[in-house]
C-alpha cells in the first residue's frame, strides 16, 4: 500500500447545544472511504488521545478519510460531561454519519477503542446498516465498564486513607435513585449510567459486514474475550479478522504511551476491504 500525505482540519459541527467539535484527517487525492472515530469512556478518551491521533495519521496515508468526534459533553465539544446521556452520543454518531456520507465516497467504516464498541453496537440496533467495524480492545459488558469507572473513586478514598468497603454500590444505589456522583473529576448523570450499563457488545441479527478485533495481549496471542467474540460471531457467518499485537496499555496509562502495532494490524484489515470493493 503506497504511503500518502495528509492533511488535518480541526471544526465545530452545529451550533449552540449541539455544536460538536471535529478533527478530519484526509489523504491527498482521491480517498478510498471513510472511517469514524469512537472514543473510549471518559479519562480513558483523554488518555488515548496521542494513539488514537496516530492511527488516524497512519490510516490516511493510506488513503483514508479518518473522523474524530468529541461527543456530548467531551473535550472542546458543547456541555458537560454530566449532562451527557448515552441517547445524545447515539446522535452525535448520527451526525458524524451524515457528515462522512456527505464529504467522502466509498467504503464507510467504524472504528472504536474500549467502550465506544458498545455505543456502536447500540447505534446499529438502530439502523439498517451493516458496515465493516474495527474494535480496538473492545469492551463487552457496559456493566463491568461502569463498574470500573465507579472503583477508582473507592482507590482514591483508600489513597487518602479511607474505607474501600461498600464505595461502588453505594455510587451504583445513588445513580439508580437519579442521583448524579463524581468520580476521578467527572461528574456522572444518571442517564449516562444507566445506558452505558444497559449496553452489550452484541451485533443486530442479519449483521454481515467485516469485522476486524485487535487487541494489546502480552506475546502478541488474542485474550479468550476476543477468541470468544470471534468464535461466536464467525457462527452466525460474520468475516471476523483477529490479531493482537505487543504494546503497553496505552487508555490506562497515566504517561502518555502508544502502541504502534496497532496501527499496522489495523492497517492489514483496512486493506482486507479495499481487496473486496
Known amino acids: 500500500m503506497r504511503a500518502l500525505a495528509m492533511q488535518r482540519e480541526a471544526f465545530f459541527l452545529g451550533r449552540g447545544t449541539g455544536r460538536r467539535f471535529c478533527l478530519v484527517t484526509r489523504p491527498e487525492g482521491c480517498p478510498v472511504g471513510g472511517i469514524i472515530h469512537v472514543p473510549a469512556f471518559a479519562e480513558e478518551l483523554n488518555t488515548s488521545r496521542r494513539m488514537i491521533g496516530l492511527a488516524a495519521r497512519s490510516f490516511a496515508r493510506a488513503g483514508w478519510v479518518v473522523l474524530q468526534m468529541d461527543l456530548h459533553g467531551c ?99 445513588a445513580l439508580e435513585t437519579g442521583e448524579g456522583v463524581e468520580v476521578a473529576g467527572y461528574s456522572l448523570g444518571p442517564a449516562l449510567a444507566a445506558g452505558l450499563s444497559a449496553a452489550e457488545l452484541v451485533l443486530p441479527e442479519g449483521f454481515q459486514a467485516p469485522v476486524g478485533l485487535l487487541e494489546v495481549a502480552a506475546g502478541g496471542v488474542p485474550g479468550r474475550g476476543v477468541q470468544r467474540l470471534a468464535q461466536a460471531w464467525r457462527a452466525l457467518e460474520v468475516p471476523v479478522w483477529v490479531s493482537a499485537v505487543d504494546g503497553p496499555r496505552f487508555w490506562q496509562s497515566r504517561e502518555i504511551m502508544v502502541a504502534p502495532a496497532l496501527c499496522d494490524g489495523s492497517l492489514n484489515f483496512l486493506k482486507s476491504l479495499e481487496a473486496v470493493r
Open 75 to 173: 473535550g472542546d465539544s458543547a456541555g458537560d460531561f454530566g449532562e451527557a446521556h448515552w441517547d445524545s452520543w447515539l446522535e452525535d454518531l448520527d451526525r458524524a454519519w451524515a457528515w462522512m456520507d456527505a464529504d467522502c465516497a466509498g467504503p464507510r467504516v467504524l472504528w472504536s477503542l474500549r467502550a465506544g464498541a458498545l455505543l456502536v453496537a447500540d447505534w446499529l440496533k438502530g439502523t439498517e446498516r451493516s458496515v465493516p467495524l474495527l474494535f480496538w480492545q473492545p469492551v463487552t459488558q457496559g456493566q463491568r465498564q461502569l463498574n470500573e469507572f465507579l472503583r477508582l473513586r473507592a482507590m482514591a478514598g483508600m489513597l487518602e486513607g479511607g474505607e474501600a468497603s461498600g464505595v461502588v454500590e453505594s455510587l451504583r444505589l
